[in-house]
């Protein structure tokens, strides 16, 4: 704000700088980088572990926004791939964690042009899914609800322990095209990472 004043001052002044104000008021905007892409976020909202047989299923709810590099590259046939990581630890205050169970699972957001239709495909208890949507909103819906995902058997349960449950999400660069991987070293533009979900989950064997 202050260097915009100097140069509004300066205009007044003498006129002859108008080009040159012109030509620095367009560089300040091109070169900020949110109002080239604009930002993007991905958070966690909910969370849970649910008892179901002899295994404990996961449930949460996210909140996905993209910036217009990645919508952009999205319609030009570039898929995003995401990763959902899931573990379970023994927490200890003076110690490391002690390591109980720890899952993935791979998703992904493409478009395909002959039908113009966005394509969501998931990859959940050894089974596939894929499902087709108008727009790119509806995409993010489906992508930001997880359901029924079964990450931990009842028999690595033992009565009496505390257990610390964590859980993020975010997009698998390394699946990005070679371009695009040397631009994200450069940019916060494809870094899209929620912060790590924790809670303290009430588990039975």
């Not at 995902?149 to 859980?167: F, T």
């Amino acid at each position: 704000m202050h260097t915009m004043a100097f140069f509004m001052r300066l205009y007044k002044k003498n006129k002859q700088y108008g080009v040159i104000f012109a030509l620095l008021m367009l560089a300040q905007v091109f070169l900020t980088p949110n109002i080239v892409a604009g930002t993007s976020s991905l958070d966690i909202k909910t969370a849970e572990l649910t008892a179901v047989d002899d295994a404990y299923t996961l449930n949460a709810d996210f909140e996905i926004d993209f910036n217009t590099q990645m919508e952009e590259a999205i319609n030009k046939g570039v898929p995003l791939n995401f990763l959902i990581e899931f573990q379970l630890v023994v927490p200890h205050k003076y110690w490391f964690d002690d390591e109980i169970d720890t899952q993935s699972i791979p998703l992904s957001l493409s478009y395909h042009a002959l039908t113009r239709q966005y394509l969501v495909n998931i990859t959940q208890n050894k089974q596939s899914h894929q499902r087709a949507f108008e727009t790119i909103n509806e995409a993010l819906v489906e992508l930001s609800h997880l359901r029924d995902w079964k990450v931990l058997d009842k028999n690595l349960i033992e009565k009496g322990v505390v257990y610390k449950a964590a859980l993020l999400m975010r997009l698998d660069q390394k699946k990005l095209p070679k371009a695009l991987q040397v631009e994200a070293l450069s940019t916060e533009a494809w870094d899209l990472s929620s912060e790590k979900f924790e809670w303290m989950p009430s588990l039975q064997k």
